[in-house]
């Protein structure tokens, strides 16, 4: 492998942070790619001791830039529903053409746009001058994308642009849709890849980013004005609430029991799909959640969702009262061996 370790400078870590962080938590791509699947998965990161997810700093940063870890960014700030950017994610056959035809028109609309090279096709960014609605960002950039007949993936749908945020509004305690930061390795790939523009390394990158003419809310105000929300991208109809769970026959929370995805028998454990990645639209392939056979009560996702997001998302949240009224019932959420 080649060396891909580079020095950040502290400006450019300054610059980057500024740039591309919309709140504090991240995500960290594993070194290691994980079975099934030989992928690297994203996960939140975790305080050893706490267990309280870590707070990224100037120092993630850096050590993202540099080479020593991968993070991923959250595209909106949950506390003002706010993004500083939008990035167009295409890796379909033919995707870069599409990414160049949206650049084009972007920039007949006043938008400038970087495109940032992938591993299949690419990542179109636009930077804001200012922290702007995520809904009306989608709005604008969904609804262009559609105008100009390039697909736009939503839910199910196979194959289409991919924009992040992929969410108007965040519900409380959700985080949407993370982003490999820009500009770090790629661990499955083993390699950076940069926007073109500007040459291959961390300060000239930065420069050219810096340099971009970024959108203001007046332009986007301008650019969705009149433009109803495409009939694409209206909320689907709300689900029917998750029944009530009520205990039957013990006390024990056994997922399997909750659980209506196909189950795959992988090694010592059974894999499927996990229900709280599902809800953000992630885990398609089905893998991320991992149950113990020898204890069924055992499980873990392998993207960091919490033992209490898995529980609301099958609809039977944990009692908070057993943490009054007496010992655990169920078994930690212990690491599973591949
Ligand atoms: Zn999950």
Redesign the pocket.
Known sequence: MPNLRRRAPARVVGDYFHLFVNRRAYTLQSKRPHRPGGRHYYYRPKARKTGQGLSLTLDTIRRHLEGEMTIGLYAINPASQCSKWVAIDADYEDSFADLLKLSFHLRQDGVESALENSRRGGHLWIFMAEPLPARDCRLYVCGLALRLDIPVKVGRQREGIEVCPKHDVLKPGKYGNAIRGPLGIHRGASQRFWFDGAGEGLEQQMCYLNSLPKMTGDELARLIAGKPIPPQLQAPEPKPGPAIWRPTGGPEFRILDHINTKVRTVGHNNVTR????AEEG??RSGD??SISIQDPRKYI?????TRD??RAAVGCPRPIQRAFYGPKKEASNVEIQC
Request: with cysteine; glycine share 6%.
């Open positions: 996990c229900p709280s990645c992630h885990d991320n959640l996702c392998w993207a960091g969702c997001m898995i």
